[in-house]
């Protein structure tokens, strides 16, 4: 494995971590508006969790970006949006005063960013593991050029 690939697994770990946890936050189960899902103890441990990989993610991003690995940071950001699409649709249906109308399009945004979600996160591991091998080229290291190099084949030759 090369260098930069071993710096850059961590990073794609936290991605994969982020995906996999944002799928159990949109899980059927979870579908309880802020005002509900607050009394839940389970549900403020999930946000400080997804607040801290959100964290994790923002400098994963400056890492991957300074490396020019930035692929696959793509669905990541796409698994974000659907995640936030998800969490307004949730506040939609706990406001007063919202029309039938607005509940019902919450209703179908929240099902429809929850199955963006798990279709992304299905094979996110896969794209993430061709990034991380895309990095460096299949193939033994290319022959180390200049002064030391002709240092060595001349000794090489000389020692014939």
């Known amino acids: 494995m090369s260098a930069k ?4 697994r961590t990073e794609f770990a936290t991605a994969l971590r982020l995906a ?3 799928t159990t936050a949109t899980g059927l189960l979870k579908w309880k508006p ?3 899902a ?3 103890p389970m549900y403020s ?5 997804l607040g801290s990989l ?6 994963a991003d400056i890492r991957l970006r300074l490396e020019g690995a930035t692929e696959a940071w793509s669905t990541v950001a796409d698994i974000s949006h659907e995640h936030y699409l998800f969490r307004s649709a949730l506040e939609v249906l706990d406001e007063q005063g919202r029309s039938a109308d607005d509940r019902q399009q919450a209703r179908e945004q929240i099902m429809k960013s929850a199955l963006a979600i798990a279709k992304i996160a299905e094979t996110f591991h896969e794209s993430l593991a061709k990034s991380l091998d895309s990095l460096t080229p299949p193939g033994p290291a290319p022959a180390p050029s200049g002064l030391r ?3 060595r084949g001349a000794y090489g030759w000389v020692r014939r």
Request: no cysteine; net charge neutral; proline share 4%.
């Open 34 to 36: 802020p005002s509900q």
């Open 20 to 22: 996999y946890e944002v």
């Open 54 to 59: 959100y964290e994790s993610m923002k400098e």
């Open 5 to 8: 690939q071993e710096r850059l």
């Open 149 to 151: 190099s002709w240092l």
């Open 38 to 40: 607050a009394k839940d």
């Open 45 to 49: 441990k999930q946000t400080a969790k």
